[in-house]
């Protein structure tokens, strides 16, 4: 006997939808690694819940912004770091092995989508969990230069703060120009999380691949994302162009409403589980 959970019009809908496009294109935001603990960036306007995180131009031409994001990190990044995938993730893993996916892109950092098992990911805006040297492009594992951080900086590790999306922390009041940046052991060069900051662009190639993908896909199926940030509303814009039906599924307002084929404004991991109890 099905549950009440299972026959939620929104499911059912949801259902529906991939079972007309079973080669799906699934764009995954914020909203998705909030059960994991890791906050979004956006309430249900679309409007930031704080401050915007760091610009690229910034952090590389400010030694200040620089020391302010590495102290900061060393309480944001942790929760990232020690982040679980949630049901939203291994939804998608079990929706992958039915053979529903071409391809997962996400804005996420986390890595929650390969921690939990899916296959065929694209970090759209790169990974947290490395470094690179924007000299020599040599990586690091983000503990080693985390625990560098905190070994040359004694004095930081009692500090407490409101976490954000980004493994960034709402850190204020405090003498940031103290704090001794990590530089790259083999040039000296400045390092960067190998991520997209906001102000930077996406790597064209990293783009192409994902267009690619969504040309070869029967629908688009955006999770968690307000698309307010072009990287990810420019695949709804090219779905549209390329009459390939969008269905988001997200609390609240996106960047894309006026081009959907299916709207559900509705909780994502109830609504993914109680979807696959019907496929």
Known sequence: MMTSMTIEPSSAEL?????DHPRLFIL??????????????????????????VQHKDFMDNLHVRQRYWARSLIGWPVIRDAQPGSAHHALVKLEQLGHINQIVTQNVDRLHQHAGSQQVIDLHGRSDQVRCMQCDQLYPRTEIHQQSASHNPSFAHYTATTAPDGDADLEGVEFSL???????????????????????????????????????????????????????????????????????????????DLLSLKLDQPITSTLDACLDLL
């Not at 259902?15 to 079972?19: E, K, T, V």
């Not at 909203?31 to 819940?49: L, V």
Request: proline letters at 5%; glycine letters at 10%; charged letters at 25%.
């Open 179 to 257: 704090f001794r940046v990590p530089d790259c052991q083999h040039c000296g060069g400045i390092l960067k999380p190998d991520v997209v900051f906001f102000g930077d662009n996406v790597p064209k190639t990293r783009v192409h691949t994902a267009l690619d993908k969504l040309q070869q896909s029967d629908a688009l199926l955006v999770i968690g994302s307000s698309l307010m940030v072009y990287s990810g509303f420019r695949f709804c814009r090219r779905a549209y162009e390329w009459d390939i039906p969008i269905c988001t599924l997200n609390r609240g307002k996106t960047r894309a409403d």
């Open 28 to 53: 995954t935001g914020a909203g998705i690694s909030t059960d994991s603990g890791i906050p979004d960036y956006r309430d249900k306007d679309g409007n930031w819940k704080r401050k915007q995180p």
């Open 15 to 19: 259902a529906r939808f991939i079972q």
